[in-house]
C-alpha cells in the first residue's frame, strides 16, 4: 500500500486521528465523505488530508469523496490495528493501572498478555482481566510467550535495568512512560515516548499566549 | 521575547523538549553547549535548533554556543513555567490519580488547588497533598478560587456536561484526557488533548513498518 518508506514523522502522526475520526462517522453511520467535509471536522485542509493520503497511495475518488468503511479498514491496516501484537506492561502503579484498564490494546494493534510488578503487595492481585505477575518471572514468562512490546510504567530510575533486560529477551519496541531515553543506550529500537509533562508545558504556554493576546 | 504570534505548532511543540534537556544539563553542571552538542542530544540539526530559537529571538552567541541556564530559564519563561495558574482535576480514578501523584504541576505552571470527583465512595478521601472534593461543589469552589485551567480524567460520556458547567465558571484551559472534542462545542478556548491510543496506534505503525523493512 506505502509508495515508500520515507513518510514524514508528521503524516504518521495524523493517521491514528484519521482512524479515530472515520470510527466516529463510521458510529454515526456515515459512509461517503467528501475531502471538504472531512477536513472541517478534522480542522486540516482538504489538500492537507489528499497529500497525506497520498503518501498511502490516495484513497478517494474526484467527485465522490471518501468510502469512510473502506478508508478506516485501508488506514487500519496500514497502523497495523489487525496484528495483535503480544505485548507486556511493567509497572502497575497508578499509571500502568489505569492504561491496562482503559486503553483498549486490542483496538491499537496490540495483545495485553502481562502485567508485571515488583511490589510484593500486589503480586497477585488481579488487574482488568489479567493478574498482576512477579517482574522476577519476567524472563521465564518472556521466553515461552515471546512479546514484542513493552509498555512502561516504572520510576526513570528503574528503566535502565528493566530496559536492559527486556531487549535482551527480544523486545525491542516500547511504549515509554519514564523519562528513561532508551534510544541513547540501545539502538535498532522502535519507542514512542510519552511525556506527559511535556503535553502539560504546551498548555501553559497555549494559556500565557492566550492571556498575552488580550492583554494586547 | 517572542518575535510575534505566529510561531508554527511543531516549534511550540519542541519547546518542553528543549526545557526538559535543558534542565538535565543543569543538573548535570553542564553550564554551557554549542548548538552541535545540542543537536545531538535531542536528535535534532543544529540548524533546526538555531531556527527554533531564532523564533522567540535567539539566544545563542557565534562561537560561545549557549548558556545552559539562561537559556532554560528565558524558554521557562516563554512556557509560563513561573505562572503557578490555579488548576483543578476532575475525575480521580485511575488516571486522574496518577497525574496527581507523578504529576509536577508546579514546575509546569499551574498550581493544582482542587480534585473533584462524583463517586460519593471517593469524596472525602486524601490524594497526595489534597482531598478528593463533590463535583457537587464545583460552582461553590470556582467562584471562590477563581481557577484558570482544568485537567479532564473522566469518560467521554461525561465530558460535555462538566465542561459546559466549567467555562460558565470562566475556565478557558483545558488539559483533556477524555475523548471529547472541547472545539467543536466551544470557541475561545485553549486545549490540549491527549489522546493515548493514538500514541499507541502511533507505535503500532512503526512495529509494523519495522517488521516490513526487515522482512525485506
Chains 1, 2 share one sequence.
Not at 495483535?84 to 483496538?107: D, M, P
Not at 506527559?196 to 494586547?216: A, F, P
Amino acid at each position: 500500500m506505502s509508495k515508500g518508506i520515507n513518510i514524514s514523522n508528521s503524516v504518521i502522526r495524523r493517521l491514528p486521528r484519521y482512524y479515530r475520526f472515520l470510527g466516529e462517522l463510521e458510529k454515526q453511520n456515515i459512509s461517503k465523505i467528501s475531502s471538504r467535509e472531512l477536513s472541517e471536522r478534522m480542522r486540516l485542509t482538504a489538500s492537507q488530508i489528499r497529500q497525506d493520503l497520498n503518501c498511502f497511495g490516495g484513497f478517494g475518488q474526484q467527485g465522490y469523496g471518501y468510502n469512510v468503511s473502506e478508508l478506516r479498514t485501508a488506514i487500519g491496516h496500514i497502523l497495523g490495528v489487525d496484528k495483535h501484537r503480544k505485548t507486556i506492561l511493567i509497572g502497575a502503579g497508578n499509571l500502568g493501572t489505569a492504561l491496562a484498564v482503559h486503553i483498549n490494546f486490542e483496538k491499537s494493534g496490540c495483545k495485553l498478555i502481562g502485567i508485571f510488578d515488583s511490589n510484593k503487595s500486589i503480586i497477585g492481585s488481579p488487574l482488568g482481566e489479567h493478574t498482576i505477575l512477579d517482574i522476577d518471572n519476567l524472563e521465564a514468562f518472556c521466553k515461552a510467550e515471546k512479546p514484542e512490546i513493552a509498555v512502561l510504567c516504572i520510576p526513570t530510575s528503574a528503566a535502565k535495568a528493566i530496559v536492559d533486560r527486556l531487549t535482551k529477551l527480544g523486545i525491542h519496541s516500547f511504549w515509554n512512560f519514564s523519562h528513561f531515553d532508551i534510544c541513547t543506550e540501545h539502538s535498532d529500537i522502535t519507542v514512542e515516548n510519552v511525556h506527559l509533562g511535556d503535553s502539560l508545558l504546551t498548555l501553559s504556554y497555549g494559556v500565557n499566549n492566550r492571556n498575552t493576546s488580550e492583554k494586547k
